[in-house]
C-alpha cells in the first residue's frame, strides 16, 4: 500500500484520488494539461464548455467523499436550487408539474466544480498532481499478470496500483487490444451535437425559474435545449441534436446563428430569453458520435493491478446528466472495496469492474431505451424494448399532471431510487387509468 498512480487527471481521476489517499502512502495523479490558475475549461476536457449537472446521488456522494464541499460551491457563486420549483422543464410536449419536494440541486459550470475538487485534493499531504505528462506504456510482468505502473517519454513510474481514468480513449483499451485480450463492448450510435454558448441576460429580465429544459419529443423532434444559471449571475445556453439534426457550420458562423438554432427547438421559450441577451463566450461545440460501456467486468484473464473509472469504463449520453454521478458512485464503491479487500489487492480490479457494471448497468438501460426512439439509432437493443419505451412515456406524461408519479421519477432521474420504485401498484393503477381516459 506504498504507491498508486492515476492516469488522468480529469474529474474521475480527481475522485479516484481522493479514495486511494486514504490508503496508499502517496498518490500521483499524470495529467495532460498544465495546471490551472483558475476555474477554466481544459484543453483535454473539451466537453467542459457545456452544461453539467450533478445528479442527487453525485451530490450526496460528492459531499461524502470531500465533506463541506457544497458549501464551498455556493460561496464561490454557484447556485442553490429548488430542484421541482426551480427547474422548468417541457418533456415529451408537456411541462412538468412544479412542486416543492423538498429536493435541492447546484448549479454551475464544471470548471468551477473540477476547479473546487482539485483545490481540495491540494490539501491531501500525500496528493500530488504531475502535469504536462503523457503515459506512453503500461509496465506488466507477465509472469504474474500484472501491471506493476506506467512509461513516461523520459522516465517510468511504478506502483502498486494504477487507475486508469483518461476518458473512452484510454490507454489501456489499445494496450489489451495489442496483446489480444478481447474486451467485450455495448456500443449505439447516437450522433449527437452539443453546441453552448453563455450570456448575460438584460437586468430588467426576470424569470421564475433557474434552470429550464425543452427536450425533443422523438422521433419527430431531434432539437433540444437546457438554459442554466450559473456563477456570476451568467447563464449558460446548451443546444444538442441527435444524428446531425444541427448545421454545425451556419450555428458556428456567428451569435445570429447561434440564436437562429433556438428557434428550432419545440417551444421558443429559450430564444425570447436570450434574444436580447449579451454573448459572453464563443460558440463551443462538442459531438458524441456514439456512446460505450467497455465490458472490462467480463475479461476473464484481466490483469492485475489495474482499475478503470469513469468514462475509461463507460460513456454515457450527456442529455440525460448522468456522467458525473456515476463516476462518483464508482468512485464511492472504490472507497468501499478498498476498506474490503485490504491486504488482498489482487481481488480488487475484478471486484471493482463487476461492481461498476452494477451501477452503470441500470441507467445504461435506461438512456438506450430513450435513444432508441429514433429510427437512425443502430446498436443492440435492450429486450422488451417497446414495452419500456411506452411505460416510460406513460411515467414522462404523468409527471406533468401528477405529483406522486413525477416525485418518484425525480427520484429515479436522480439515482437515489431503483427503476423499479415506478412500478408501485399505485403508479401502474394511475397508468392504466391514463391510458384508458381521453387524457393526452
Same mark, same amino acid.
Given at each position: 500500500?506504498?504507491?498508486?498512480?492515476?492516469?488522468?487527471?480529469?474529474?474521475?481521476?480527481?475522485?479516484?484520488?481522493?479514495?486511494?489517499?486514504?490508503?496508499?502512502?502517496?498518490?500521483?495523479?499524470?495529467?495532460?494539461?498544465?495546471?490551472?490558475?483558475?476555474?477554466?475549461?481544459?484543453?483535454?476536457?473539451?466537453?467542459?464548455?457545456?452544461?453539467?449537472?450533478?445528479?442527487?446521488?453525485?451530490?450526496?456522494?460528492?459531499?461524502?467523499?470531500?465533506?463541506?464541499?457544497?458549501?464551498?460551491?455556493?460561496?464561490?457563486?454557484?447556485?442553490?436550487?429548488?430542484?421541482?420549483?426551480?427547474?422548468?422543464?417541457?418533456?415529451?410536449?408537456?411541462?412538468?408539474?412544479?412542486?416543492?419536494?423538498?429536493?435541492?440541486?447546484?448549479?454551475?459550470?464544471?470548471?468551477?466544480?473540477?476547479?473546487?475538487?482539485?483545490?481540495?485534493?491540494?490539501?491531501?499531504?500525500?496528493?500530488?498532481?504531475?502535469?504536462?505528462?503523457?503515459?506512453?506504456?503500461?509496465?506488466?510482468?507477465?509472469?504474474?499478470?500484472?501491471?506493476?505502473?506506467?512509461?513516461?517519454?523520459?522516465?517510468?513510474?511504478?506502483?502498486?496500483?494504477?487507475?486508469?481514468?483518461?476518458?473512452?480513449?484510454?490507454?489501456?483499451?489499445?494496450?489489451?487490444?495489442?496483446?489480444?485480450?478481447?474486451?467485450?463492448?455495448?456500443?449505439?450510435?447516437?450522433?449527437?451535437?452539443?453546441?453552448?454558448?453563455?450570456?448575460?441576460?438584460?437586468?430588467?429580465?426576470?424569470?421564475?425559474?433557474?434552470?429550464?429544459?425543452?427536450?425533443?419529443?422523438?422521433?419527430?423532434?431531434?432539437?433540444?435545449?437546457?438554459?442554466?444559471?450559473?456563477?456570476?449571475?451568467?447563464?449558460? =445556453?446548451?443546444?444538442? %441534436?441527435?444524428?446531425? @439534426? +444541427?448545421? &454545425?457550420?451556419?450555428? #458556428? *458562423?456567428?451569435?445570429?446563428?447561434?440564436?437562429?438554432?433556438?428557434?428550432?427547438?419545440?417551444?421558443?421559450?429559450?430564444?425570447?430569453?436570450?434574444?436580447?441577451?449579451?454573448?459572453?463566450?464563443?460558440?463551443?461545440?462538442?459531438?458524441?458520435?456514439?456512446?460505450?460501456?467497455?465490458?472490462?467486468?467480463?475479461?476473464?484473464?484481466?490483469?492485475?493491478?489495474?482499475?478503470?473509472?469513469?468514462?475509461?469504463?463507460?460513456?454515457?449520453?450527456? =442529455?440525460?446528466?448522468? %456522467?458525473?454521478?456515476? @463516476? +462518483?458512485? &464508482?468512485?464511492?464503491? #472504490? *472507497?468501499?472495496?478498498?476498506?474490503?479487500?485490504?491486504?488482498?489487492?489482487?481481488?480488487?480490479?475484478?471486484?471493482?469492474?463487476?461492481?461498476?457494471?452494477?451501477?452503470?448497468?441500470?441507467?445504461?438501460?435506461?438512456?438506450?431505451?430513450?435513444?432508441?426512439?429514433?429510427?437512425?439509432?443502430?446498436?443492440?437493443?435492450?429486450?422488451?424494448?417497446?414495452?419500456?419505451?411506452?411505460?416510460?412515456?406513460?411515467?414522462?406524461?404523468?409527471?406533468?399532471?401528477?405529483?406522486?408519479?413525477?416525485?418518484?421519477?425525480?427520484?429515479?432521474?436522480?439515482?437515489?431510487?431503483?427503476?423499479?420504485?415506478?412500478?408501485?401498484?399505485?403508479?401502474?393503477?394511475?397508468?392504466?387509468?391514463?391510458?384508458?381516459?381521453?387524457?393526452?
Amino acid at each position: 500500500m506504498e504507491k498508486a498512480i492515476i492516469i488522468g487527471g480529469g474529474i474521475s481521476g480527481k475522485l479516484a484520488a481522493r479514495v486511494l489517499s486514504d490508503v496508499y502512502k502517496e498518490v500521483i495523479i499524470l495529467e495532460r494539461d498544465s495546471e490551472s490558475e483558475g476555474p477554466s475549461s481544459r484543453k483535454g476536457a473539451p466537453q467542459g464548455e457545456h452544461l453539467h449537472a450533478l445528479l442527487h446521488a453525485g451530490e450526496y456522494g460528492l459531499e461524502q467523499l470531500f465533506p463541506g464541499i457544497t458549501e464551498e460551491f455556493y460561496d464561490s457563486g454557484a447556485v442553490k436550487i429548488n430542484s421541482t420549483i426551480d427547474l422548468s422543464w417541457f418533456h415529451h410536449g408537456a411541462w412538468k408539474i412544479r412542486y416543492d419536494g423538498g429536493y435541492s440541486t447546484t448549479l454551475q459550470t464544471r470548471p468551477h466544480l473540477e476547479w473546487h475538487i482539485e483545490k481540495y485534493l491540494k490539501k491531501i499531504p500525500n496528493v500530488v498532481f504531475h502535469y504536462n505528462q503523457v503515459v506512453q506504456d503500461l509496465l506488466y510482468n507477465e509472469t504474474e499478470n500484472r501491471i506493476f505502473g506506467v512509461q513516461l517519454k523520459d522516465t517510468s513510474l511504478t506502483a502498486d496500483i494504477v487507475v486508469d481514468a483518461s476518458g473512452v480513449s484510454s490507454l489501456t483499451s489499445s494496450w489489451l487490444t495489442k496483446r489480444n485480450i478481447q474486451v467485450p463492448d455495448e456500443k449505439v450510435d447516437i450522433n449527437l451535437s452539443y453546441i453552448s454558448k453563455q450570456f448575460q441576460l438584460v437586468e430588467n429580465h426576470d424569470t421564475d425559474w433557474k434552470i429550464k429544459m425543452v427536450y425533443p419529443n422523438p422521433p419527430h423532434e431531434k432539437i433540444g435545449g437546457t438554459i442554466s444559471r450559473v456563477e456570476d449571475n451568467r447563464f449558460i =445556453v446548451t443546444i444538442m %441534436g441527435y444524428h446531425n @439534426a +444541427i448545421n &454545425e457550420k451556419e450555428v #458556428l *458562423q456567428s451569435d445570429i446563428g447561434f440564436l437562429e438554432l433556438t428557434k428550432q427547438l419545440p417551444r421558443l421559450d429559450i430564444y425570447e430569453t436570450i434574444k436580447n441577451a449579451t454573448p459572453l463566450t464563443k460558440t463551443s461545440l462538442y459531438r458524441i458520435p456514439s456512446i460505450v460501456w467497455k465490458r472490462f467486468d467480463k475479461v476473464g484473464n484481466f490483469p492485475n493491478g489495474i482499475v478503470l473509472i469513469g468514462d475509461t469504463f463507460c460513456r454515457i449520453d450527456p =442529455v440525460f446528466g448522468q %456522467g458525473m454521478s456515476i @463516476a +462518483i458512485l &464508482e468512485a464511492v464503491a #472504490l *472507497q468501499m472495496l478498498l476498506q474490503t479487500h485490504k491486504g488482498e489487492l489482487h481481488k480488487l480490479p475484478k471486484a471493482f469492474h463487476r461492481m461498476a457494471a452494477k451501477i452503470i448497468s441500470p441507467i445504461w438501460n435506461m438512456v438506450i431505451t430513450e435513444d432508441f426512439r429514433y429510427p437512425q439509432t443502430t446498436g443492440k437493443r435492450p429486450f422488451g424494448l417497446f414495452i419500456q419505451q411506452w411505460y416510460a412515456r406513460k411515467i414522462f406524461l404523468l409527471s406533468s399532471q401528477n405529483n406522486e408519479v413525477y416525485d418518484a421519477f425525480v427520484k429515479v432521474m436522480n439515482l437515489v431510487r431503483p427503476i423499479s420504485s415506478l412500478m408501485t401498484p399505485s403508479i401502474i393503477k394511475a397508468i392504466l387509468i391514463h391510458t384508458f381516459s381521453k387524457k393526452p
